[in-house]
DNA sequence: AAGTACATACTATACAGTCGGTATGTAATA
DNA sequence: TATTACATACCGACTGTATAGTATGTACTT
């Protein structure tokens, strides 16, 4: 129950406006070179509303990785792949979906929780696996969908739909992190491409020019 | 010409130290993480040393960049996966060295260059295009063999040899965020197996488990 | 003699985290 | 209804330490 605050009630309350800034902050410098000061002034709260709402720096950090689980999870639901009758169809319209919120800026449209991953795997257990249920998560939410188009097809092959719900996540990270070393979206865009062809070509599908 | 320590020879240079130990402490803290201290302490030198070679800690990861491009570029080339006479057993074997590196620690296996650029994209570009260009060099050598796959066996797709060395890359990077994200290196080797079937899926190879 | 390759001691600053305080809301009770 | 008691939300000055970088000196090589 977030009080608003008397003086400025359409701020919203300093713990979303700090999560907010995390998220932006942390996206384009990393998580440790983002200081705590930073994002207090991001958000334009002071340091004592941060280690009110946040123990530590690194408490923000899970906090800031479930924000985006939370976050993303609800626009992901909103989206409109889930429509087609057919299983197959939505898994490619996921593919096409991802390939197309591909703009902007890299910080904008990059993932968080694959670039804090990568980042603290080693020194934060607790951020880590806050970043790993997110991203499993969201692979899950997969699963579904192909397996019902495995069904459908009746394909065989020596792999499952969770393993294909991984990978298609591992592309999208891999996506990024090239985008990012090459200081350009299309190399991320580029991969879904193959992701895209790499689907039609398991589903038996004729070859079509991925859009 | 390095000068070897009169007390320690056997050590080899100070720079070189530096180097290693940059390698070693940024693959598993990043960059931002891991402080000039922490790099003199694990080569057993000092900061005089360290500011000497480097004249700043972003000279530094700019340096270890191209270490990373250097010694990963000789180590690639002595691999065995280039010995198979047909390019695209070529291509197929280099896939399947790189699952047969994924062993060990996160840290041991994981690139060092593709957790950089992740890091400090927006806040360095002197790393940022060193790392960019170890990564797309190292793509562009795979490109004269699945180019002289494609026409070997007169392939002919709406995807370029550039690309789909690039998407190997893509393919890489992401298995390793999962691999951290999950504290699995299985995850890493999942996506390779993915990539496997893909290609030989755009080459018309008959389905075949990969190993 | 001059340059290279370090070592040691030091500095200024930036950083995470602390602490005492205030303002506002809420619930019980007299 | 007024009072008391307490909880929540926030403020901003302060602190100890960690950090990148510097200044100076020395040993070895050419």
Redesign the interface.
Known sequence: MPRLSKLSPERGDARTRLLEAARDIIR???F??TTVDDLCKQAEVTKGAFFHHFGSKEALGVAVAEFWADTTAAFFEAAPYHLPDDPLDRVLAYVAFRKAIIVGE??EFTCL???M???????STDI?EA??KS??GHAATLEADIEGAVRARGIR???TPE??A??T??????????A????NPD?AR??L??LD??IR??FNLP?E??Q
Chains 1, 2 share one sequence.
């Not at 990012?180 to 200081?183: F, S």
Request: aromatic share 10%; net charge positive; charged share 20%.
């Open positions: 384009a410098k990393g440790a070179a890299l910080a929780v694959g670039t991953a990568q980042e603290v795997y080693a020194t880590r970043c790993g991203i499993f092959g020596d792999w393993s294909l991984r990978h996540q591992a592309v999208i990270q891999g996506g990024f992190v090239l990012k070393a090459g200081n190399l580029e991969s491409d193959h062809r790499y070509g398991l070859k020019a991925a």
